[in-house]
T-cell receptor
Framework: QKEVEQNSGPLSVPEGAIASLNCTYS??????FFWYRQYSGKSPELIMS????GDKEDGRFTAQLNKASQYVSLLIRDSQPSDSATYLC????????FGKGTRLHILP | GAVVSQHPSWVICKSGTSVKIECRSL??????MFWYRQFPKQSLMLMAT?????????EQGVEKDKFLINHASLTLSTLTVTSAHPEDSSFYIC????????????FGPGTRLTVL
């Protein structure tokens, strides 16, 4: 298993719905987890970090971490067209390892 | 807080010339900085990890003599693409990791390099 895996998408979600992005990770990646958003032609920007099991909410974003099942997810409530981007999941061993990203498309 | 800048934001150069890209952490000290390259519609590719005051660690397949990295201070790292060729045209992005316990990486805005 690759260290951090994501479905490349595209994931299409109607405006106003909940977008759910998922990521699985290997045993090597066991500490901090991060979600970044990257618009086309731009660099990634940090959305959220999560370190312990459970949910972490910040505005319309909720990160969920389940260490037993080795997955981390990002929920985006009330999706907006401006949320259309590539979302990168990342985890840490001795350095941060990025997944290849999931393209999210919010349909107006 | 946690702002990282890059300069220049874009550069066009002739084949065979060298290009230097600067990465600065503006409001925090970064003991570690990372350099990535990203080709269109592809994922980030880590090129090297740079620690202040020591030699950079390059990822497999990245030529250290072609991509010179200097991390002279806790707020500045530079990447020099030597003898650039058209295949080096890409989006180069740095990130900086602070000294707090979260070890979060913050990305610079990137530098788009076009080699003619």
């Amino acid at each position: 298993q690759k260290e951090v895996e994501q479905n490349s998408g595209p994931l299409s979600v109607p405006e106003g719905a909940i977008a759910s992005l998922n990521c699985t990770y290997s045993d090597r990646v066991s500490q901090s987890f991060f979600w970044y958003r990257q618009y086309s032609g731009k660099s990634p920007e940090l959305i959220m970090s999560i370190y312990s099991n459970g949910d972490k909410e910040d505005g319309r974003f909720t990160a969920q971490l389940n260490k037993a099942s080795q997955y981390v997810s990002l929920l985006i409530r009330d999706s907006q067209p401006s949320d259309s981007a590539t979302y990168l999941c990342a985890g840490r061993d001795d350095k941060i390892i990025f997944g290849k990203g999931t393209r999210l498309h919010i349909l107006p | 807080g946690a702002v990282v800048s890059q300069h220049p934001s874009w550069v066009i150069c002739k084949s065979g010339t060298s290009v230097k890209i600067e990465c600065r952490s503006l409001d925090f000290q970064a003991t570690t900085m990372f350099w990535y390259r990203q080709f269109p519609k592809q994922s980030l590719m880590l090129m090297a990890t740079s620690n202040e005051g020591s030699k950079a660690t390059y990822e497999q397949g990245v030529e250290k003599d072609k991509f010179l990295i200097n991390h002279a201070s806790l707020t500045l790292s530079t990447l020099t693409v030597t003898s650039a060729h058209p295949e080096d045209s890409s989006f180069y992005i740095c990130s900086a990791q602070g000294t707090d316990s979260t070890d979060t990486q913050y990305f610079g805005p990137g530098t788009r390099l076009t080699v003619l």
